[in-house]
């Protein structure tokens, strides 16, 4: 049974810190591995998708690596900003699910101006 | 283009009632999913449509969880009657291609 984790479960760093997210899971047959921000009593904004195949992927200043095999994923965040505070969610889709997420339960972020 | 809408954003109920909550996908996504986060856990998956027909139920937590998808376009979850565990935020999703889901901002239901 997949289990996602993410670790830390809450962070806060002053403004300009990178940040360093760490989500890791426990079967390595996946089919891709996505990363989303959530808002306080928004929906759920995706940030970076990584297929099985790639190792990671880039948006400005949010960088995703992949590591299938040791099963893990990490998020870092260049340059923290306040509008970075929000809840970090990691999840997984299996390859044979369907395309059903699972997802850990979360990074809490707070960048202090 | 319009994105997943949910409805109602917010619903307070006592326990023993019944509330219906409704998802509206992205106009052509054949496949919808509801997802449910409870307090101090992680958002999980409770089942997927593909147009009208249940592809995956195994999330539902127990039979007075009814979800249904008229003609394939909007879906409706049904909590009959409603315990105080059921309180949390009820997410839906809709993608054309499995893959890339768009997710609803949720409704948060919260059962007294």
């Known amino acids: 049974k997949q289990e996602v984790t993410q670790i830390p479960a809450a962070l806060s760093v002053p403004e300009g810190e990178n940040l360093v997210l760490n989500c890791s899971f426990t079967?390595?047959?996946?089919?891709?591995l996505q990363w989303f921000r959530q808002d306080p009593g928004k929906g759920l904004t995706s940030l970076l998708l990584?297929?099985?195949?790639?190792r990671e992927q880039t948006s400005g200043r949010l960088n995703a690596s992949l590591d299938k095999s040791s099963g893990r994923s990490t998020l870092y965040i260049a340059a923290s900003q306040p509008g970075d505070s929000a809840t970090y969610l990691c999840?997984?889709?299996?390859?044979?699910?369907?395309?059903?997420?699972?997802f850990g339960a979360g990074t809490q972020v707070v960048v202090t101006p | 283009e319009a994105g997943v809408t949910q409805f109602p954003s917010h619903s307070v109920i006592e326990k023993g009632q019944t509330v219906t909550l409704r998802c509206d996908p992205i106009?052509?996504?054949?496949?919808l999913y509801w997802y449910r986060r409870v307090m101090g856990k992680e958002i999980k998956f409770l089942l997927h449509f593909v147009k009208e027909s249940k592809q995956d139920e195994s999330g539902m937590p127990n039979n007075r969880f009814l979800a249904e998808r008229t003609g394939g376009t909007y879906s409706t979850l049904k909590v009959q009657p409603a315990e105080l565990e059921d309180s949390g935020v009820y997410f839906c999703?809709?993608?054309?291609?499995?893959?890339?889901?768009?997710f609803g901002p949720g409704t948060r239901l919260t059962v007294l």
């Open positions: 990584i297929q099985s195949s790639q």
């Open positions: 106009s052509g996504h054949d496949n």
């Open positions: 999840a997984v889709v299996a390859t044979d699910s369907w395309g059903k997420f699972q």
């Open positions: 079967d390595s047959a996946i089919y891709n």
């Open positions: 999703a809709s993608s054309q291609d499995l893959y890339t889901q768009y």
